[in-house]
Nanobody
Framework: QVQLVESGGGLVQPGGSLRLSCAAS????????LGWYRQVPGKERELVAR????????NYADSVKGRFTISRDNDKSTVYLQMNLLKPEDTAVYYC???????WGQGTQVTVSS
């Protein structure tokens, strides 16, 4: 079955960096668009970044442009989110998704606080 497993979340100070990973299985990874989303309590889940199957095209939310980078390794069936210059407002649960498969990971908590 389709599985997405996130890792790499944690507590970081403002201005710091984290790298999230999402290991996928159960589908032809290299054929699908993948995305990172985030959600805070009381708010809707929002798209952070997405990357097309070849890895050559990606899109970002305005709030993270220039700070976050999404990438993928199709040989390892893994998608990454490098997060730099983190701000307290980046605090959320981050989810990996293959939207066209309606597949979601369990989420990983990112907390940006001094």
């Amino acid at each position: 079955q389709v599985q997405l497993v996130e890792s790499g979340g944690g507590l970081v100070q403002p201005g710091g960096s984290l790298r999230l990973s999402c290991a996928a299985s159960g589908f032809t990874f290299g054929s699908f668009l993948l995305g990172w989303y985030r959600q805070v309590p009381g708010k809707e889940r929002e798209l952070v970044a997405r990357i097309f199957p070849s890895g050559g095209l990606s899109n970002y939310a305005d709030s993270v442009k220039g700070r976050f980078t999404i990438s993928r390794d199709n040989d390892k069936s893994t998608v990454y989110l490098q997060m730099n210059l983190l701000k307290p407002e980046d605090t959320a649960v981050y989810y990996c998704s293959a939207p066209s498969l309606s597949a979601w990971g369990q989420g990983t908590q990112v907390t940006v606080s001094s």
